[in-house]
């Protein structure tokens, strides 16, 4: 059997760590934080229930997600309430108008691929569309938190056509607890983690790879699967030797975007005022705010409301947290209808996640650009069968940007290793 080392212990490295340890290898994970879980990370602090600062969501019926939380013994509940569109200071009917049938029928047409800018002012070039190209963009930066001059029309065609609104879950208990499930098997089975140890280099031959961290430290293996995210990768923190430009020329032509996440605890649901703007039962507003898009914890009535803040903008912000907690209050304030001292009077607790700014992560998910399927193949295949990759950014399909795509993408490898030995 083999000496594995996983670098990364996010939830595709424990992952594949429990798959291997399966069929008897020996696993070590080294893991540049003081935690495992990667972007997926619950804080409690002065908050009155746990929240996640990172993935946050099942969106919809995700197969492997699903069988990991029913053997983890997980519930997951699922998303109620309503959802708000709110632009030019006014709330909006229903969010898919005429406009967006049109999208559907034109991106239906749609052959060959370019990016998203593109599409959209070719096929909805005129002043007749400007509210739908604002709004398709907005969603593009918003939702899947792409930059829109590089990413793939075709993609987002079949991911949007796959996406299931109506099926939104939060797994009880938050994404950080099938993560310390997944930990303590690891441990349970004789697997390694060893944290606070960032790896700096990766020197591979064609029998075996020696992995060197920022200490100064060699762990010795057979196989090396390397998860970490493709923000890390791009700006070349870990050195392979020898080099790989096809895989770095790989790394580069995909889209990795931001994003950052607020938190606000109230005092009480401030939406819920009947002296300010109303939004009863509110589950999701999106609106043209500069933090655009907020959500509350239904059917869980903590009165909590996360706000969204992404796309490429988020890599040409340098704000401090505290001026970012000024931006999100001036967007609530706008989106409420309520004057910042009173909304700030009723926060009980916030807390500001900059994923851009995580020097471990370098940015929240990726999204497919035109370039996407043909790096993938090449990261894929593994080098000598010594060294592999795996994660998120890795997973071909229509969840991409998912917890699903990183446990997806680790069953890939997985299989591969298996059938090697
Ligand atoms: C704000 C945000 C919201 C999200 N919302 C959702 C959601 O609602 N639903 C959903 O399904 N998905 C969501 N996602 C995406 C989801 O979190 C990821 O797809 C998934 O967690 C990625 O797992 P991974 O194991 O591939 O990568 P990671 O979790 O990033 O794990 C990689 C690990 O590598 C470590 N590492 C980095 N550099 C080094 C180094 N040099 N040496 C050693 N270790 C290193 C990192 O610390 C990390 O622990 C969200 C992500 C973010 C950031």
Request: aromatic share 10%; charged share 25%.
């Amino acid at each position: 059997m083999a000496e594995i080392v996983i670098i990364g212990a996010g939830i595709s490295g424990l992952m594949a760590a429990r798959e291997l340890l399966k069929s008897g290898h020996a696993i070590t994970i080294i893991e540049a934080r003081d935690r495992v879980g990667g972007r997926i990370h619950g804080i409690q602090g002065k908050f009155s229930t746990p929240v996640e600062t990172g993935a946050e969501f099942v969106h919809g019926k995700q197969p492997i997600t699903f069988e990991l939380l029913k053997e983890a013994r997980m519930d997951k509940r699922l998303l109620k309430g309503r959802f708000y569109s709110i632009a030019q200071d006014e709330l909006r009917g229903d969010m898919l108008d005429d406009h967006w049938q049109q999208l559907f029928h034109e991106l239906d047409k749609l052959e060959a691929d370019v990016p998203l800018a593109e599409f959209l002012q070719l096929r909805f070039g005129s002043d007749e569309f400007k509210d739908l190209r604002h709004r398709v963009t907005q969603f593009a930066e918003g939702f899947d938190i792409a930059d829109t001059t590089r990413v793939s029309t075709c993609a987002l065609r079949e991911e949007w056509k796959h996406s299931d609104d109506e099926h939104q879950y939060h797994p009880e208990g938050g994404y950080s607890t099938l993560v310390d499930f997944l930990k303590n098997g690891i441990a349970e089975k004789g697997g390694r983690i060893v944290l606070n140890e960032p790896v700096v280099e990766v020197q591979h031959t064609a029998k075996n790879a020696e992995i060197v961290s920022i200490s100064g430290k060699i762990y010795r293996a057979d196989k090396v699967i390397v998860t970490v995210p493709l923000g890390v990768l791009q700006r070349g923190k870990i050195a392979f030797s020898p080099p790989l430009p096809e895989h770095q020329a790989a790394f580069a032509s995909m889209g990795f975007g931001g994003v950052i996440k607020f938190h606000f605890e109230f005092r009480e649901p401030v939406w819920e005022s009947k002296r300010h703007r109303h939004l009863p039962d509110l589950a999701f507003a999106f609106s043209d705010a500069e933090v655009p898009t907020w959500w509350s914890q239904l059917p869980d009535e903590t009165p909590m409301l996360t706000g969204w803040y992404s796309g490429p903008r988020t890599f040409e912000t340098h704000h401090t947290n505290d001026s970012l907690y000024r931006i999100a209050l001036q967007s609530l304030q706008y989106i409420l209808r309520r004057n910042p001292s009173e909304i700030e009077s009723a926060i009980r607790h916030w807390h500001v996640t900059n994923w851009v700014q995580d020097e471990f992560s370098c940015g929240a998910y990726s999204y497919p650009t035109l370039q996407s399927a043909q790096a993938r193949k090449v990261l894929s295949n593994p080098v000598n069968d010594v060294l592999y990759f795996a994660g998120e950014a890795l997973y071909e399909g229509s969840s991409g940007g998912t917890v699903e795509a990183a446990l997806a993408s680790v069953r890939e490898v997985v299989s591969r290793i298996s059938t090697m030995n």
